[in-house]
């Protein structure tokens, strides 16, 4: 289980300007469940998921990862968290078994075990034949597997996933998503950002929405239907966030100029 209370985290900007990256975020992630971080661009999403990745501390506030504090038990609460960042972060140098075999011992784990663990994500994630390749060249599907490999090696039973099927075709966003539930199924506690809201509403059991370094609206996705009645999930996020339901006009076409 994940919890957060009354996050906040200040950078320095451009010129010496405070930017409150995140005011105050709270919510619990429990287990067994699919928590659905959503907010625009800039609303402190991956700001909040950095800080309980132990990678940033907070200003102010406090997050625990099955009841260990990210900050004063860094490394422990780090063993019970599994991440696929956005970024992916791949070494293009190194194979995919290497990325994998060295986040498994990252954590601790060796030998016959480990390789064992290669194994079997090697063959459920379908990774199979890029098990022994170099990261450079790897298409985004290949460079998610990776990923999502490295973050399940020590079996954790937390799982942070950014855009998992950014960049992902039709049938491998599908596998994702079947792959998602059956980390929810197994008991574990799942945080998804996503900006794709019918993934978001096919997959959440609950949302916590994010919109300028706030949690704006939490449930699951019916109770925010019928708080802001509205159908539409993207309708739902955009009022739930301050933001224009309507479509911006485009610009006007200027109209062909008769050749002269
Ligand atoms: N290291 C940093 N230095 C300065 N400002 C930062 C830093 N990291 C984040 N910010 C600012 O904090 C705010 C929140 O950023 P964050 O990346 O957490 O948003 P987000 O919700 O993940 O957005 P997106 O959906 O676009 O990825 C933004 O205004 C961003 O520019």
Same mark, same amino acid.
Not at 27 to 36: K, M, N, P, Y
Not at 40 to 55: D, E, F, H, Q, V
């Given at each position: 289980?994940?919890?957060v209370?009354?996050?906040? @985290?200040?950078?320095k900007? =451009?010129?010496?300007?405070?930017?409150e990256?995140?005011?105050?975020?709270? /919510?619990? %992630?429990?287990?067994?469940?699919i928590?659905?971080?959503?907010?625009? $661009? &800039?609303?402190g999403k991956?700001?909040?998921?950095?800080?309980?990745?132990?990678?940033?501390? #907070?200003?102010? *506030?406090?997050?625990?990862?099955?009841?260990l !504090?990210v900050?004063a038990?860094?490394?422990a609460?780090?063993?019970?968290l599994?991440?696929l960042?956005?970024n992916?972060?791949?070494? #293009?140098?190194?194979?995919?078994?290497e990325?994998?075999?060295?986040?498994?011992?990252?954590? *601790?784990?060796?030998?016959?075990?480990?390789?064992?663990?290669?194994?079997?994500?090697a063959e459920?994630l379908?990774m199979d034949?890029?098990? !022994?390749?170099?990261a450079k &060249? /790897?298409?985004?599907?290949q460079?998610? @597997?990776?990923a999502? %490999?490295?973050?399940?090696?020590?079996e954790? #039973?937390?799982l942070?996933?950014?855009?998992?099927t $950014? &960049?992902?075709?039709?049938?491998?966003?599908?596998?994702?998503?079947e792959?998602?539930? *059956?980390?929810?199924?197994?008991?574990?506690?799942?945080?998804?950002?996503?900006?794709i809201?019918?993934e978001?509403?096919?997959?959440?059991?609950?949302?916590?929405?994010i919109?300028?370094g706030?949690?704006? %609206?939490?449930?699951a996705?019916?109770e925010?239907?019928?708080?802001t009645g509205?159908?539409?999930?993207?309708?739902? /996020?955009?009022?739930?966030?301050?933001q224009?339901?309507?479509?911006?006009? #485009?610009?006007?076409?200027a =109209?062909?100029?008769?050749?002269?």
């Amino acid at each position: 289980m994940i919890e957060v209370e009354a996050l906040a @985290k200040r950078f320095k900007g =451009p010129g010496g300007r405070v930017v409150e990256a995140v005011r105050e975020v709270g /919510f619990t %992630a429990r287990d067994g469940r699919i928590t659905g971080l959503i907010g625009p $661009n &800039g609303a402190g999403k991956t700001t909040t998921l950095r800080i309980l990745c132990g990678l940033m501390k #907070p200003d102010a *506030g406090r997050a625990t990862i099955d009841g260990l !504090d990210v900050v004063a038990e860094t490394r422990a609460a780090q063993a019970r968290l599994g991440v696929l960042p956005d970024n992916r972060g791949l070494y #293009p140098r190194l194979t995919a078994r290497e990325h994998v075999r060295y986040f498994g011992r990252l954590h *601790g784990l060796k030998g016959a075990e480990l390789e064992r663990r290669i194994g079997v994500l090697a063959e459920r994630l379908g990774m199979d034949d890029v098990l !022994d390749r170099r990261a450079k &060249g /790897f298409s985004k599907g290949q460079t998610l @597997k990776v990923a999502l %490999a490295r973050a399940l090696v020590h079996e954790p #039973p937390n799982l942070l996933l950014d855009e998992p099927t $950014n &960049g992902l075709d039709i049938a491998s966003s599908r596998a994702m998503r079947e792959l998602i539930r *059956g980390f929810r199924d197994q008991g574990r506690c799942v945080v998804f950002c996503s900006h794709i809201m019918s993934e978001v509403a096919a997959l959440c059991d609950h949302l916590v929405v994010i919109a300028d370094g706030r949690v704006v %609206a939490e449930g699951a996705v019916d109770e925010l239907r019928a708080r802001t009645g509205l159908q539409d999930l993207e309708e739902v /996020f955009l009022s739930l966030t301050g933001q224009s339901l309507d479509a911006p006009t #485009p610009p006007a076409v200027a =109209p062909a100029t008769a050749a002269s």
